[in-house]
């Protein structure tokens, strides 16, 4: 060891001896010592080639040291890759061989339902993987903003969500009261459309009512116990079954009531939720009733008669219902019984434009008007139909009340014309609409709405709804829609979008969130900044301006409309939640 350090020591000194005589200060020649400038001359070559050698070999090392860096980078990509792709391998086999099991139906069914479980679970767990992977991506700093928004709906009592839905019942029924009705109130519902978050869920547990209370009962406990977690509110229907309260939390359900979306030997599960605020343009041409989603509240009491025996049943709570906070979300729940019934986000899309496609409310509030071409195709429809004089739902009967306010309605006055002349041309009418048809006639004059021709032909003409006038309302639809793209084109399509301005999508929902705005144009104004549209070859494209973290500077994305959408849905709840509580200040004051 100390040889070693000796000759260590020694190469250095002649090393830096070496480098003193090489590059040290030069000689001032005189004229004696020119005969050693050729000897002067070589050295320096001598040292200038041994320096590009040194030079050279020092390339050399780092060309080395620098390919096995890169390969060990490149190894270390390939390994994640191979990595990756042999656990999605297995993860195939995995589910190939669930899928393709063997045995009795019961057991194929039970494979290839864990087959479904484990590829929800797999492809959920690689996007929380991608999410963390970019944690400051704009979809996900949106949805921890959500997550802020729904915990606002978290810390609120069940009491405090409803208590603007509340519908007093009568009677000992479940019937509501009707306004300026004088019953004895006995309970009461609470209408699901009317909760204004828009977020609280019942699951209703019906029992099957010919089994005996005692095994109804064991079941009830068993459903408590092992169906449903600690926090969800619980009431005991009439029949001793249950209505359990919790959260929608996003999930997607095909309708507002799912009934018997769940069906055991001895329970039937329905689902209530508000998914839809409004009826479908079917079932209300104007687009102006709310859907009716009740659900019997607790402290209700109804009155049946069994065997020649009237009895008082009730609606009583299990747990301190009013005061929970925090409830359990349906996902969870549903998942817990390895049960899925979530619609796709393009379904549910779909099933809102459906419900919309008719939709004949103006921006200001008018009914709009029917071209021609659906005119003539309602007047052509109205035939050999039975027309009574009394109005009743058109669903039940035609009446003249109805039938003259559709006609009346119509723009083109050759068509109403038409229309009038056919009422008693090509149909029956009942003694008493007869005898009041002039009557009739005055009071339809008065209230016109050509609409309601469609609705007539959806219940009484069913067929030539279906071959004539559901097309031509399809169409009449897209024509509107083709309209307001073209109004939306001309007003952000010549938008330039300006990344030098940091103005993004964040800063519109703070804005809305610190009530801000005004109105809605407002906000309008300011998307103007940051969102262009075009016309993709199947749908609508939308560009927005985003910021990037990863290159941490504003780039422009390219998004499909049903995800821009979702995106300003958050605009939307930040606007209409201070719009709210500014109005409920304003109450309180007053």
């Known amino acids: 060891m100390a040889t070693l350090e000796s000759s260590s020591i020694q190469t250095n000194q002649q090393n830096i001896k070496q480098v003193t005589i090489e590059k040290g200060a030069k000689r001032v020649y005189n004229r004696k010592s020119k005969p050693d400038n050729a000897a002067k001359a070589k050295i ?5 080639e041994q320096e590009e050698k040194q030079q050279k070999t020092i390339e050399i090392v780092n060309g080395i040291v620098g390919e096995m860096v890169d390969a060990s980078l490149v190894n270390e990509s390939v390994n994640e890759q191979i990595i990756e792709q042999s656990i999605e391998e297995k993860r195939e086999k995995i589910l190939s061989d669930l899928r393709n099991a063997e045995g009795d139906q019961a057991t194929q069914a039970a494979k290839q339902q864990e087959a479904y479980r484990l590829e929800k679970q797999w492809k959920q767990e690689d996007q929380e993987k991608k999410d963390k992977a970019n944690p400051n991506s704009l979809d996900n700093i949106i949805e921890r903003y959500v997550i802020q928004n729904r915990s606002e709906i978290q810390t609120k009592p069940i009491s405090e969500r409803v208590k603007g839905a509340w519908i007093d019942t009568v009677n000992y029924t479940k ?37 005996p209370k005692e095994k109804i009962d064991e079941i009830r406990q068993n459903i408590i116990d092992n169906m449903l977690p600690a926090n969800v509110g619980l009431v005991r229907t009439c029949h001793s079954g249950l209505h359990a309260y919790c959260n929608k939390n996003g999930y997607r359900l095909p309708n507002n009531r799912c009934i018997k979306c769940i069906v055991l030997d001895n329970i039937e599960i329905d689902i209530f939720a508000q998914m839809y605020k409004h009826k479908s343009f079917e079932d209300d041409p104007m687009q102006t009733d709310l859907v009716q989603n009740r659900v019997v509240g607790p402290n209700t009491s109804i009155r049946e008669t069994k065997n020649n025996v009237r009895e008082t049943l009730k609606y009583e709570t299990i747990n301190d219902w009013a005061n929970m906070t925090h409830l359990a979300n349906l996902r969870d729940i549903l998942e817990s019984w390895n049960v899925d019934i979530e619609i796709p986000y393009a379904e549910f899309e779909k099933l809102k434009i459906t419900r919309a496609f008719g939709q004949q409310i103006t921006n200001d509030g008018t009914i709009d008007k029917m071209d021609d071409e659906l005119a003539q195709a309602c007047v052509d429809g109205l035939k050999n139909l039975t027309i009574h004089n009394y109005p009743q739902p058109i669903a039940m009967e035609v009446s003249l009340l109805s039938i003259f306010s559709g006609i009346y309605g119509i723009a083109n006055e050759q068509i109403r014309a038409q229309g009038l002349e056919n009422v008693r041309k090509f149909n029956t009418l009942t003694p008493n609409a007869e005898k009041n048809y002039s009557q009739a006639l005055g009071q339809g004059e008065r209230k016109p709405n050509v609409w309601i021709l469609t609705k007539i032909l959806k219940y009484h003409n069913k067929e030539y709804y279906e071959q004539t006038i559901k097309p031509l309302l399809k169409k009449n639809y897209e024509a509107k829609k083709l309209e307001k793209q073209i109004h939306i ?44 549209y075009y016309a993709g070859e199947t749908e609508d494209v939308y560009m927005i301006k985003e910021f990037n973290a990863i290159c941490g500077t504003l780039v422009i994305h390219h998004k499909l409309e049903g995800t821009i959408y979702k995106q300003l849905e958050k605009v939307n709840i930040n606007f209409k939640k201070k719009k709210t509580d500014e109005k409920n200040d304003e109450t309180k004051e007053s």
């Not at 109130?185 to 209703?204: N, P």
Request: with cysteine.
């Open 44 to 48: 320096e070559q001598l040292i200038k």
């Open 175 to 211: 019937i509501g009261q009707k306004a300026g009705e004088k019953k004895q109130v006995t309970g009461k519902l609470i209408d699901l459309t009317l909760v204004e978050d828009g977020d609280l869920c019942v699951i209703d547990f019906d029992i099957n009512k010919n089994i």
């Open 489 to 532: 084109n001309q007003i952000l399509k010549p938008n330039k979008i300006d990344l030098s301005d940091d103005f993004t999508l964040l800063h519109i929902q703070k804005k809305a969130a610190n009530g801000e705005y005004e109105n809605e144009e407002q906000i309008v104004m300011d998307l103007t900044r940051i969102i262009a």
